[in-house]
């Protein structure tokens, strides 16, 4: 077989991009050494476990090309592997609860800071209902279910850099509680120069100009740093099998008996090692994840996985009707298994970002979910929308902290008063993005039980014991300001212009 000039071409461009991959690969190895050489010894024995992680994900980025599916091989999946949380609830309660809580530990995502809201520090101590913040709520639900079933279901906290100094500042006012705590930490990882694909940082220190030089990478994470920590063996030697795992600001997710006792009673040869909670989606979750059946396997699918000529098809609410709720299901065991065999291959996330001073850096990050595919038997179950009730924002507060909801031992539920299901749609304008800013704006939280719809833009303030009910718009015109008098009941209104409330 003779070679054509074409074929000695590209064999000749495939050398040249492998030796140019392993000079950044080389790079950036030295470099990393270099930062090692800058740290404590207790400093310098984490980070090289972190930089162990970080060195096989800098290996597959520079190896990857494109999106890592093949859009024509993407297939709905089989109709057993999602499952309608009916069918789950229908099986009934364990029988005996208590010995199934006292297999589980519940993980909380806790990496998150508030700067999104306009908060500094951990997201998890902001005060979302009642003076209680996302932490309070958390262990406030898992007292209330020790104390109930005479269970022992311990809370685990995945910090990171940025949350873990304050949040084990916090945990001592929870030391007379019926819950254990016990928190680890996520990975640290350097952030990449987008044009020499070398770290930014100067040294290990994270304070300072050196502060964004490192971020915590994505909640992917997860199973190396808990397998890392120790924490994982102690819980599997503490007779733990399965953890449930969320994001602290989703008020939804808290433990399903029914869910709970689908993992418990199947046998032993058959068990499912990973359930993901999934929801219908809406307009509002165009980008969330989903699942898809691909080469025979269960598999999250987000948007930054997809080609950009199917990205249309991707929000679409008609082909893909569900997205991932991140509230997880997993066996501690099968944890084990695949770290141990290092058989987890998650996709990366390429996160580009801006600093502050305009240079280009990217993140490398993975997803918790994506793991799917790893476990056996893994399923999807079809939850209701009400265990789906993330706070990201100001809008989402002010739903939170309405009378909406109803707050019973750390758990929100739909008021019984609220004529019908969905959650009113609100969007609040950039006078309310901070927390701060945003409670100065209301004397008390409005009446919403009516609410379909919500807009408010501009200098708005609303008095005390405000109603609103159908679709209220409120715009209040640069230069303008608008004061919704105390006791106003607006009804599918739209207010506009200036409207000042004078005291007499």
Partial sequence: MSLTVADLTRGTMTE???????????????????????????????????????????????????????????????????????????????????????????????????????????????????????????????????????????????????????????????????????????????RVNKESLLPIAKSMGVSGENAEAWYPPGHGDIYASFHNSGLLDRLISDGKEYVFVSNIDNLGATVDLFILQHLMSQPADRRCEFIMEVTDKTRADVKGGTLIQYEDHLRLLEIAQVPKPHVDEFKSVTKFKIFNTNNLWISLPAIKRLQEQNAMDLEIIVNPKTLDGGLNVIQLETAVGAAIKSFNNALGVNVPRSRFLPVKTSSDLLLVMSNLYSLDAGSLTMSKKREFPTTPHVKLGSSFTKVQDFLTRFENIPDMLELDHLTVSGDVTFGKNVSLKGTVIIIANHGDRIDIPAGAVLENKIVSGNLRILDH
């Avoid at 270099?34 to 290996?59: C, I, P, Q, V, Y």
């Avoid at 809370?155 to 006012?173: A, R």
């Fill in 16 to 190: 040249f991009h492998q030796k140019l991959r392993q000079q950044h690969e080389d790079s950036m190895h030295r470099e990393l050494e270099t930062l090692l050489n800058t740290a404590n010894k207790a400093e310098a024995e984490t980070s090289r476990k972190d930089f162990e992680g970080f060195k096989k994900l800098f290996h597959r980025f520079l190896q990857v090309k494109g999106p890592s599916i093949e859009w024509a091989k993407i297939n709905r999946p089989p109709e057993d592997s999602i499952q309608p949380y009916d069918r789950i609830r229908a099986k009934g309660l364990p029988e005996n609860i208590s010995s199934c809580l006292n297999k589980l530990a519940v993980v909380k995502l806790n990496g998150g800071l508030g700067t999104s809201m306009g908060c500094k520090g951990p997201k998890s101590l902001i005060s979302v209902r009642n003076e209680n913040t996302f932490l309070d709520l958390t262990v406030k639900q898992i007292e209330h279910l020790n104390t109930t079933y005479n269970a022992n279901v311990p809370l685990v906290l995945m910090n990171s850099f940025n949350t873990d100094e304050d949040t084990k500042k916090i945990l001592q006012k929870y030391k007379h509680h019926q819950v254990h705590i016990h928190t680890f930490n996520q990975s640290r990882y350097p």
